[in-house]
Structure formats: structure tokens, C-alpha cells
């Protein structure tokens, strides 16, 4: 029986996972989501044109290998429909290569809505969410209230989504919010619905399987499977910047119950890191850069969300927080993306620990959101040339190579990869 090998995010997202994925993927049978939904966003580039997947896995552009949504995952029926017709376009036949789980669960239209009126709710308080309805529909997952794939199988399923419909139309109108005034893509919540019935049809083309059964069949078969995570270690529901985090277990550990398998299968955890710091929306980033230097790194790597088109926030890399997500990860690879965003720097620096109240610590603290900590830099000597070209990991310039090493030993982890553009065919692994 083989193991299942997981790769997943180790900042705050926008790592680069979804070219990782795809590079990987022709060492795999299987690809498998088994978090999240379509607020996350993985980039792919390849052959001069970029695709963009929410909620499909990122080895669908390879036909001969089999793609799983497992049942950790939530599906937007219409932004499903919209990934499969960009596909379509693109010469993909999904139906041929893409399985979904019947337990993974549905956002309704309501979900989003509900997404909308608890932002408006929070005021000033507001998280920073995508509004693709991830937040309820999580919710009612845990309240037990959810509708799930398998459900648009059955004869009541109407009467089951207008039931949870009714249900979030009475908790939107208690927090104050004009249900009749809210709006997706210029649609009111009644147009809107009857597209995503529509939607509904183009899900049903697909085949629903009972995936912790078909992906345990896969790993008996000797199959090679591997898990792709959305989002990353640090908008972890539980062991990320909460409440400044997404609704799901984004760790290794989310692996086992978003696609039902034994920890025990778990194998390999790639852990993707950039090589410096971005962060979507709001929430603690002790090493944000509010300057010049800052908007350099935003404009240099192109930092705007793949899911909300909003700039990110830049800022050097933080070790403490990569070791964090290494230790609760258990991370035995690194790949590291986009050290060519800095290589007009003439110095780059690493964040190594933390100063808080006059102490120094190198840990993460539960007072993350509140406590005034202080970044303690470590500079280095940039590399001050293009890396286009570089044919190997070893050919790379000796700056570099000395702050990917310094990385590694920060970290106790051994670097597997360098990415040093959007392309496929970048991507250096280390002999």
C-alpha cells in the first residue's frame, strides 16, 4: 500500500502550489483537493497562457491522471460551471479525468448572502472575506444543516435547499441586512438562484464517488497519490492568525479527515513557501513593509489576489512562522517560489525572531493579533541579476544560494526545489 504524499501552503497562500501541483503531477496518479473551495485561487502557467482554478485540482490539465474533489471540500456550483467551460475552451474534457466526492458540501446562493450580511455585521471588525459564502456554508456543515453533492441525487432536493434558504433569509434579515438589496455579479439572490440551478445540471455530468473509499482503493492499488492543499498553514482555523483565517483545517492533518484517510498513509509534506512575505485582506503580518521597498515587492511579483484581484501585502520572510508551519506540518521537503521578484535588491533580509514586550522569542505567540512584535531582521547580500536561463539549482547565483541555505537551516528543512518564474519549465530541483 503506498503513502499519500501532501502538498500544501506554509504562509498565508498565494505560494505558488498550483504550478508546484501541476509540476508534480506527471509523479502521480492521483491529485486530490481535500480543502477549501473557491476562495482559493492556484495560478498556472504554462505554454504562454495562465489558468486560474478555484475548485478543481491542478492536475487536471493532465488527462491521463485522475483528479479528485474530496469531501473536505465546498463546491459552488456556478463557479464550477464557469471552471469547466474555461476548460472546455482550452481543450480539457473534465467528465473524462474528474471525480467528486458525495459528501463534499454545496454553497447555495443564500451561503453568500449570508457571507455578505455577516462582513456588514462586523463593521470594523471585518475579516477580509472573499464573499464566495465559505464561511456559512462551513457553518452549517458543523450545524448540521449543510447540503451535500450527493444530495442533488434526491427526489426532495428542492425542498431541502429552500428549506436552508429560508433559514438563512431569516438570519440575514436579524443582522439588519437587505436581503433585497444584495447582489452577485449585478444578480439578485432569485436570478442568481436559477443560475445555479442550472448549474446544478453541469455537476451531475461528473461522477460522484464515496471518495474515502475510492482514494483508500487508490493508495491498496499502489496508486501514487497526492493531496493539494488550499490556502495555507497560517489561515489555519485553528492553529492560524484566528479570527484572521479561513474556515477549514488548511494542515496535513486535514488531509485524513478531508479525504478520509488514516494518518498513518500520510508520506511526504511538501511545504511551499515564497521566498519572501504576501498577505490578502486583513489580519497580524509582523513583517509587512509600508514602504518603498514594499510596493517594489508588490509590483515586481505581481502580488494581486487570483480569487479577489486585491493587492497584497509584502513584506520580508518570516522564520518564525515558516518553522511554525513546519513543526505542525511535519514538512520534509521545502520548495521555494519567486526569488527572481528580488533580484534588483541589492540587499534582502529574513525576519529570524521576534522581539515582544523586550523579550526576544522565536516563537509564535497565542497574543499573535495584539501584541506589538517587532521583526528582528537578519540582512544579506542580494544577488543583483536575472536568474532567466538558470539551467540547475546549483547554477544559481552565490547570493541566493546562501540565503536558500540560511533557509534551510532556520527552518531544519531541506530545500527540494527553487521555482524562478510563472513557467512550468522553471522550476530547479536540487540533485
Same mark, same amino acid.
Given at each position: 500500500?503506498?503513502?499519500?504524499?501532501?502538498?500544501?501552503?506554509?504562509?498565508?497562500?498565494?505560494?505558488?502550489? =498550483?504550478?508546484?501541483?501541476?509540476?508534480?503531477?506527471?509523479?502521480?496518479?492521483?491529485?486530490?483537493?481535500?480543502?477549501?473551495?473557491?476562495?482559493?485561487?492556484?495560478?498556472?502557467?504554462?505554454?504562454?497562457?495562465?489558468?486560474?482554478?478555484?475548485?478543481?485540482?491542478?492536475?487536471?490539465?493532465?488527462?491521463?491522471?485522475?483528479?479528485?474533489?474530496?469531501?473536505?471540500?465546498?463546491?459552488?456550483?456556478?463557479?464550477?460551471?464557469?471552471?469547466?467551460?474555461?476548460?472546455?475552451?482550452?481543450?480539457?474534457?473534465?467528465?473524462?479525468?474528474?471525480?467528486?466526492? *458525495? *459528501?463534499?458540501?454545496?454553497?447555495?446562493?443564500?451561503?453568500?448572502?449570508?457571507?455578505?450580511?455577516?462582513?456588514?455585521?462586523?463593521?470594523?471588525?471585518? $475579516?477580509?472575506?472573499?464573499? *464566495?459564502?465559505?464561511?456559512?456554508?462551513?457553518?452549517?456543515?458543523?450545524?448540521?444543516?449543510?447540503? /451535500?453533492?450527493?444530495?442533488?441525487?434526491?427526489?426532495?432536493?428542492?425542498?431541502?435547499?429552500?428549506?436552508?434558504?429560508?433559514?438563512?433569509?431569516?438570519?440575514?434579515?436579524?443582522?439588519?441586512?437587505?436581503? +433585497?438589496?444584495?447582489?452577485?455579479?449585478?444578480?439578485?439572490?432569485?436570478?442568481?438562484?436559477?443560475?445555479?440551478?442550472?448549474?446544478?445540471? &453541469?455537476?451531475?455530468?461528473?461522477?460522484?464517488?464515496?471518495?474515502?473509499?475510492?482514494?483508500?482503493?487508490?493508495?491498496?492499488?499502489?496508486?501514487?497519490?497526492?493531496?493539494?492543499?488550499?490556502?495555507?498553514?497560517?489561515?489555519?482555523?485553528?492553529?492560524?492568525?484566528?479570527?484572521?483565517?479561513?474556515?477549514?483545517?488548511?494542515?496535513?492533518?486535514?488531509?485524513?479527515?478531508?479525504?478520509?484517510?488514516? %494518518?498513518?498513509? $500520510?508520506?511526504?509534506?511538501?511545504?511551499?513557501?515564497?521566498?519572501?512575505?504576501?498577505?490578502?485582506?486583513?489580519?497580524?503580518?509582523?513583517?509587512?513593509?509600508?514602504?518603498?521597498?514594499?510596493?517594489?515587492?508588490?509590483?515586481?511579483?505581481?502580488?494581486?489576489?487570483?480569487?479577489?484581484? /486585491?493587492?497584497?501585502?509584502?513584506?520580508?520572510?518570516?522564520? %518564525?512562522?515558516?518553522?511554525?508551519?513546519?513543526?505542525? +506540518? =511535519?514538512?520534509?521537503?521545502?520548495?521555494? &517560489?519567486?526569488?527572481?521578484?528580488?533580484?534588483?535588491?541589492?540587499?534582502?533580509?529574513?525576519?529570524?525572531?521576534?522581539?515582544?514586550?523586550?523579550?526576544? &522569542? @522565536?516563537?509564535?505567540?497565542?497574543?499573535?493579533?495584539?501584541? @506589538?512584535?517587532?521583526?528582528?531582521?537578519?540582512?544579506?547580500?542580494?544577488?543583483?541579476?536575472?536568474?532567466?536561463?538558470?539551467?540547475?539549482?546549483?547554477?544559481?547565483?552565490?547570493?541566493?544560494?546562501?540565503?536558500?541555505?540560511?533557509?534551510?537551516?532556520?527552518?531544519?528543512?531541506?530545500?527540494?526545489?527553487?521555482?524562478?518564474?510563472?513557467?512550468?519549465?522553471?522550476?530547479?530541483?536540487?540533485?
Amino acid at each position: 500500500m503506498t503513502k499519500i504524499d501532501v502538498l500544501l501552503g506554509l504562509q498565508w497562500g498565494d505560494e505558488g502550489k =498550483g504550478k508546484i501541483v501541476d509540476v508534480l503531477t506527471p509523479d502521480y496518479d492521483v491529485v486530490a483537493r481535500f480543502q477549501g473551495g473557491p476562495n482559493a485561487g492556484h495560478t498556472l502557467e504554462f505554454n504562454g497562457t495562465k489558468h486560474v482554478l478555484h475548485i478543481i485540482p491542478s492536475g487536471i490539465f493532465h488527462r491521463e491522471k485522475i483528479n479528485l474533489i474530496g469531501n473536505g471540500v465546498l463546491i459552488e456550483p456556478r463557479i464550477f460551471r464557469q471552471e469547466i467551460e474555461a476548460l472546455t475552451e482550452k481543450g480539457v474534457d473534465a467528465t473524462q479525468n474528474l471525480f467528486i466526492s *458525495k *459528501k463534499a458540501h454545496l454553497i447555495l446562493p443564500s451561503h453568500r448572502m449570508m457571507d455578505a450580511a455577516n462582513e456588514q455585521a462586523k463593521g470594523n471588525a471585518k $475579516i477580509g472575506s472573499t464573499l *464566495k459564502g465559505i464561511g456559512p456554508a462551513y457553518t452549517d456543515k458543523i450545524a448540521r444543516n449543510g447540503l /451535500r453533492v450527493g444530495d442533488t441525487l434526491a427526489a426532495d432536493f428542492r425542498e431541502r435547499y429552500d428549506a436552508l434558504k429560508r433559514l438563512h433569509l431569516q438570519q440575514a434579515k436579524a443582522l439588519g441586512f437587505d436581503v +433585497n438589496a444584495f447582489r452577485v455579479d449585478g444578480m439578485t439572490l432569485d436570478e442568481y438562484e436559477r443560475v445555479w440551478m442550472e448549474s446544478i445540471e &453541469t455537476l451531475r455530468r461528473f461522477r460522484y464517488v464515496n471518495s474515502e473509499y475510492f482514494v483508500n482503493q487508490c493508495l491498496r492499488d499502489n496508486k501514487k497519490v497526492l493531496a493539494e492543499g488550499a490556502q495555507a498553514m497560517m489561515l489555519d482555523i485553528d492553529f492560524g492568525t484566528y479570527p484572521f483565517v479561513t474556515s477549514s483545517n488548511t494542515i496535513t492533518a486535514g488531509v485524513c479527515t478531508g479525504l478520509g484517510v488514516a %494518518p498513518s498513509t $500520510i508520506g511526504r509534506v511538501m511545504g511551499i513557501t515564497k521566498a519572501y512575505c504576501t498577505r490578502v485582506g486583513a489580519g497580524p503580518f509582523p513583517t509587512q513593509l509600508d514602504d518603498e521597498t514594499g510596493r517594489m515587492l508588490c509590483e515586481q511579483g505581481h502580488e494581486y489576489g487570483a480569487t479577489t484581484g /486585491r493587492p497584497r501585502r509584502c513584506g520580508w520572510i518570516d522564520l %518564525p512562522a515558516l518553522r511554525y508551519a513546519c513543526m505542525i +506540518n =511535519g514538512v520534509t521537503d521545502l520548495f521555494v &517560489t519567486k526569488p527572481d521578484v528580488m533580484n534588483n535588491f541589492e540587499t534582502v533580509c529574513m525576519c529570524t525572531g521576534y522581539e515582544i514586550d523586550g523579550q526576544l &522569542t @522565536d516563537e509564535i505567540p497565542y497574543e499573535y493579533n495584539t501584541a @506589538d512584535i517587532r521583526p528582528q531582521f537578519t540582512p544579506y547580500k542580494g544577488w543583483m541579476c536575472s536568474l532567466e536561463g538558470t539551467a540547475s539549482y546549483n547554477a544559481l547565483p552565490k547570493e541566493l544560494l546562501d540565503y536558500l541555505k540560511a533557509i534551510e537551516q532556520q527552518t531544519g528543512v531541506n530545500i527540494r526545489a527553487v521555482s524562478i518564474s510563472p513557467d512550468r519549465k522553471d522550476v530547479l530541483f536540487k540533485q
